[in-house]
């Protein structure tokens, strides 16, 4: 999130400034790509009553003393049936993980069909946890996601996939590859808000 200016030897702050604000709108659209890559989920307690997120939508978690180990959506609940009220969150995140791995597939796919007439392909899309990113892709264009992701809407998920299926168009954020995803999907901006403001 930082800016570095790079100007030859003896050039004046005059000139330095006035190249920063021809670049600003370029700047801060920059800026805006990397902040919404940047989870800010905020710390639960996994106990019963709490709201958690799948899919965009929230539910309330009701968690049950049980023998049998699961976790299911039940309305507007999202249950949890443990031997120990301890083992809710691994259970959780387990089945948030379990989700993640099937319905990133399914969304990915179309999208990597629509991204063929660029003759560009992922080599795989795998899920890690990453502190301060929703998704990245390897030089060898393997795409990495956020298992967090599962918790926000389809539409926040296509965003993520599309802008690292752009990375395999365009390697860095040049002005080419800002333009890219606006060709791809056109509401992208509502999704990146959308994702910021909900797992804020």
Known sequence: MEILVSAPAGTS???VKEKIKKKAPWI?????????????TPQRKFISGETHLYLGRQYRLQVKLGITKSVKLK?????VVCPDKA???ELLWDWYLQHAHT????IAEPLINQFKKHKVAPSSIVL???????????????????P??????????EYVIIHELCHLVHHDHTQKFLDLPTREMRDWEKWKMKLEKLLA
């Open 13 to 15: 702050m005059e000139k």
């Open 28 to 40: 801060i659209k920059q800026q805006s790509f990397f902040l919404s890559f940047q989870p800010k």
């Open 148 to 157: 967090e992701l599962i918790k926000a809407p389809k539409g926040c998920i």
């Open 87 to 89: 083992r809710a969150k």
């Open 103 to 106: 319905k990133f597939s399914t």
């Open 75 to 79: 309305g507007q609940f999202i249950e």
């Open 128 to 146: 890690r946890e990453m502190p301060t990113r929703w998704g990245s892709c390897t030089p060898k264009g393997k795409i990495i996601l956020n």
